[in-house]
């Protein structure tokens, strides 16, 4: 059971990473314009994470956009939570925030390395 917990939650990460890997389109700004934009998001990536290490889901939804690929992962890993409340929460760390550049519409994109363990395993992405 924990097996078939883990591939779902694995999967559910894998497919919320995965769709938006196009990169047609960017356009790479002069950092010092970025600057603020790029502290931002970061932070705001940062504070997911953090929420979602503490089991507080309701904060890590305030960090999602409504019917997002990320707020529904929340979503599912708080029914997940509820479900089997026996099951230890995964923590999470964020390593690494880097290649800022913007996308058309004014969207900024970014890359970045983060962890999360479990009483399981540890997993680095």
Known sequence: MKRKLFLVVLFLVLAMFLAGCGTSGIVTPDPNVIGG?????ENLLRGLYIALSS?????ALSYCKDGGLTFE???????????YPTIPYATYQVYDVYDFSYLPGGYLELY??????????????
């Open 112 to 125: 970045y390395d983060y962890s999360w363990t479990t009483t399981l395993s540890t997993s680095y992405l």
């Open 73 to 83: 992962y929340v979503n599912n890993l708080w029914g997940l939570a509820q479900e």
């Open 55 to 59: 089991g507080n889901f309701i904060q």
């Open 37 to 41: 934009d790029a502290y931002t998001c």
